[in-house]
Nanobody, 119 residues
Framework: QVQLVESGGGLVQAGGSLRLSCAAS????????MGWFRQAPGKEREFVAR????????YYADSVKGRFTISRNNAKNTVYLQMNSLKPEDTAVYYC????????????WGQGTQVTVSS
């Protein structure tokens, strides 16, 4: 089992920044690929970003490319999402997720943290 706990959400004005953190436990962190997803009210959950086990490769949704940065610190068992130039349309609950490498996609999910961007 992997436990994931997100933090760092909050209320910010458009153009501002936030950094989300996700602390993992229960499994060797460096064995997990990690991702961030978000879900806005009335919308389906969508992919935001992904980082490989070593942190060497990252992937982003087009909507956040150039504004968000995913990173990880395997010594601290933590993955981060630095969000800059925030827009009101970034308002959502943000979830981190862990991929153990099975064929099931992401296997474990955090409880989510709310990000609200005011105009």
């Amino acid at each position: 089992q992997v436990q994931l706990v997100e933090s760092g959400g909050g209320l910010v004005q458009a153009g501002g920044s936030l950094r989300l953190s996700c602390a993992a436990s229960g499994r060797t962190f460096s064995s997990l690929a990690m991702g961030w997803f978000r879900q806005a009210p009335g919308k389906e959950r969508e992919f935001v970003a992904r980082v490989t086990r070593s942190g060497g490769t990252t992937y982003y949704a087009d909507s956040v490319k150039g504004r968000f940065t995913i990173s990880r610190n395997n010594a601290k068992n933590t993955v981060y999402l630095q969000m800059n130039s925030l827009k009101p349309e970034d308002t959502a609950v943000y979830y981190c997720a862990a991929d153990v490498g099975s064929s099931n996609g992401y296997d474990y999910w955090g409880q989510g943290t709310q990000v609200t961007v005011s105009s």
